[in-house]
């Protein structure tokens, strides 16, 4: 049985400050516009989104997340941007306003994606912890 208090994630997550980390959405499987929204829980392994519209838990889609400046490394030269390939799995419409979704991670487009990412991550996280 596990506790209350323990931890079953994989990856340490960071909330993000909202509306300041945006996101672009594309579907994988179909000829569809681009779709802008917003991060606001991000991880190694995943992230929870924000879009004017849903899309159903399984869809693959791919998605270029915009690190924002407080969790990035200002003086590297390289883009604020990941670009991630994964799967919609959780959706909630319960409340008005943008769909909120979360993606998990299968791939990273580049392995600088995801060396970016954790390098960025691990920086926010220490500085939270501190």
Do not use: K
Not at 13 to 30: D, E, G, K, Q
Not at 102 to 120: C, G, H, K, N, V
């Amino acid at each position: 049985m596990l506790d209350a208090n323990s931890n079953r994630r994989r990856f340490e997550r960071l909330s993000l400050p909202v509306a300041y980390t945006s996101v672009r959405v594309s579907l994988l499987n179909a000829n569809a516009p681009l779709l802008d929204g917003h991060a606001y829980d991000l991880s190694e392994g995943g992230c929870q989104f924000e879009l004017d519209r849903a899309i159903a838990p399984g869809t693959a889609i791919m998605m270029q997340i915009e690190l924002p400046v407080s969790i990035s490394n200002e003086e590297q030269a390289d883009s604020s941007a990941v670009l991630v390939i994964g799967n919609v799995v959780w959706l909630d419409e319960s409340e008005p306003g943008p769909a909120r979704m979360a993606i998990a991670f299968t791939r990273f487009a580049q392995p600088s994606d995801r060396e970016r990412l954790t390098a960025r991550l691990s920086t926010a996280l220490s500085r939270r912890a501190a």
